[in-house]
Structures are given as structure tokens and as C-alpha cells.
């Protein structure tokens, strides 16, 4: 299955600032999708990515808060922007694996903990 | 509106004996179900899936089964063992909509 790696793993920030997240994966794929894991909550997808074209955001979430890139098949970042302590929370990467779903599933990265003070 | 439910926050079973971890959906539209196993500070690990066409799924210790009629699917685990001490989560998605859905997680602690 892919690999991903995802950084930082952890952060502290102050509100209002911003942080860029990274994810990195071993192989070429079509779709990379963003989530956050609010405390003792689920897995929320935030926006899918794909090459070449803008983000597909989803209800509730914009392009002002949440800006990504995909400059390339391997690779995109997610920028959490002008933090509050409500962004607090574990923000993961996942592709389709390229085997292809949905007998591999779908794999995440390490996942980025943050908390803003 | 939770499409996915896990009813069960947590669960604590006997080291060697079944685990049951179950999950209802809402939308019958569906066409895959799958599970996660979640440690502290990684990420989700898929588990095993099955496929709406289908009622079971073996893979090893794991077993999924899937009612469709109840909306209701669950993952049998055994024997169990202390390594599976984990958060599992249910997710589904739909073919041509490839944003899985995922449940609230279900907290396994196994006992030695």
C-alpha cells in the first residue's frame, strides 16, 4: 500500500496565526483528501485534491480557512489559517490506495496534532 | 446527520475471546463498508472492507459481517489480543463519490 509522510506530527500555535501541513506519498495518485479529528469526534473530510485543479471543499469548510495545493501527484499541503482554539484538532492526509480501493482501503498519514493557544 | 453510527463508545473484552464491534448506517446508497484500527498518535490503519453485494468478509482474526436490510454491520475479532487494543472506526463510501464516512469510533481495550 502507499506510503505518506505527513509533517509536523504535532504543533503549538498562537491564535491567529497559521500553519501549513505537508504530506508526501511514495506513489503517483489521482485524489488526496484532507480530514480533521475534532476531540472525541470522528473523521471530518474537509476538501479533496486533485492535480491541476483547485480543491473540492465541503459543507461548512472554505478556501479563505482551509487552503491546499497539489502542485503534483505526490504531494499537497493544507494551510489551517488566522487560528482560534476551536481549530484545535488531529488534521490528516489520505489517498485511495493506488492497488485501488475499496479492497486496500484508503491510506492516512501519521496525522498533525494541533492546538492553538 | 450522522450517517454512520457507532452506538458504542468503548468496549472491554477478555484477552482470547471475541470482540464485536457493530456499526449502523442510514444511506442506502452505500456500496462499501470498511474498518479502521486507530492507535494513539498514528493514523487510521484499514482493516478489512466488504462490499454492499455481500454479507461477509473473513481476513484472519477479522471478520465483517453485513446486514443490509437492518443497516447494520460489525467486526468480529478472535480471538482477541491485547495488541488489538485500539479506536476502531466504521466508514463507507459510495462508487463515484470517493469521500468515505466515517462512524464515531469505538474504543477496544483488551484485557490480559
Known amino acids: 500500500s502507499a506510503v505518506i509522510s505527513q509533517k509536523p506530527s504535532r504543533d503549538i500555535c498562537q491564535r491567529g496565526t497559521s500553519l501549513t501541513i505537508q504530506c508526501q506519498v511514495d506513489s503517483q495518485v489521482t485524489m488526496m483528501f484532507w480530514y480533521r479529528q475534532q476531540p472525541g469526534q470522528s473523521l471530518t473530510l474537509i476538501a479533496t485534491?486533485?492535480?491541476?485543479?483547485?480543491?473540492?471543499?465541503e459543507s461548512g469548510f472554505v478556501i479563505d480557512k482551509f487552503p491546499i495545493s497539489r502542485p503534483n501527484l505526490t504531494f499537497s499541503t493544507l494551510t489551517v489559517s488566522n487560528m482560534s482554539p476551536e481549530d484545535s484538532s488531529i488534521y490528516l492526509c489520505?489517498?485511495?490506495?493506488?492497488?485501488?480501493?475499496?479492497?486496500?482501503?484508503?491510506?492516512f498519514g501519521s496525522g498533525t496534532r494541533l492546538t492553538v493557544v | 446527520d450522522q450517517q454512520v453510527k457507532q452506538n458504542s463508545p468503548s468496549l472491554s473484552v477478555q484477552e482470547g475471546r471475541i470482540s464485536i464491534l457493530n456499526c449502523d448506517y442510514t444511506?442506502?446508497?452505500?456500496?462499501?463498508f470498511l474498518w479502521y484500527k486507530k492507535y494513539p498518535a498514528e493514523g487510521p490503519t484499514f482493516l478489512i472492507s466488504i462490499s454492499s453485494i455481500k454479507d461477509k468478509n473473513e481476513d484472519g482474526r477479522f471478520t465483517v459481517f453485513l446486514n443490509k436490510s437492518a443497516k447494520h454491520l460489525s467486526l468480529h475479532i478472535v480471538p482477541s489480543q491485547p495488541g488489538d487494543s485500539a479506536v476502531y472506526f466504521c466508514?463507507?463510501?459510495?462508487?463515484?463519490?470517493?469521500?468515505?464516512?466515517f462512524g464515531t469510533g469505538t474504543r477496544l481495550t483488551i484485557i490480559p
Open positions: 489520505s489517498v485511495e490506495d493506488p492497488q485501488g480501493s475499496p479492497n486496500y482501503g484508503y491510506t
Open positions: 485534491a486533485n492535480q491541476g485543479s483547485e480543491a473540492t471543499y
Open positions: 466508514a463507507a463510501f459510495a462508487v463515484g463519490n470517493e469521500k468515505l464516512t
Open positions: 444511506n442506502s446508497m452505500f456500496d462499501y
